[in-house]
């Protein structure tokens, strides 16, 4: 069982950056990584990146060249770095385990609360 507490969201203007923490305590046997979803309203959710335990990334081509994901496994923390957002980055982001496969990435375990993002003039 995987406890996930997102923090870090709030209110940005386009263009502005924030980062988000996931902090996780206990682990998953299946899984081989993290990953970051989004939700926006009326909105199906979509990963935004995942973060391997080898340390190997990859992003949703939306994000790509703007976000960065990383981890701190001293402190079992996984980060996203969001930049130069968009208005179309509004959405609620939550952490989870996952596994990725060549085939495409599961996630694994109960969802957090999330943490949401708003991007707006």
């Known amino acids: 069982q995987v406890r996930l507490r997102e923090s870090g969201g709030g209110l940005v203007q386009p263009g502005g950056s924030l980062r988000l923490s996931c902090a996780a305590s206990g682990s998953i046997f299946s899984a081989n990584g993290m990953g970051w979803y989004r939700q926006a309203p009326g909105k199906q959710r979509e990963l935004v990146a995942t973060?391997?335990?080898?340390?190997?990334?990859n992003y949703a081509d939306s994000v790509k060249g703007r976000f960065a994901i990383s981890r701190d496994n001293a402190k079992n923390t996984v980060y996203l770095q969001m930049n130069s957002l968009k208005p179309e980055d509004t959405a609620a982001y939550y952490c989870?385990?996952?596994?990725?496969?060549?085939?495409?990435?599961?996630?694994?375990?109960?969802w957090g609360q999330g943490t949401q993002v708003t991007v707006s003039s």
């Open positions: 973060i391997t335990h080898a340390g190997s990334t």
């Open positions: 989870i385990a996952v596994l990725v496969q060549t085939i495409g990435v599961v996630p694994l375990g109960s």
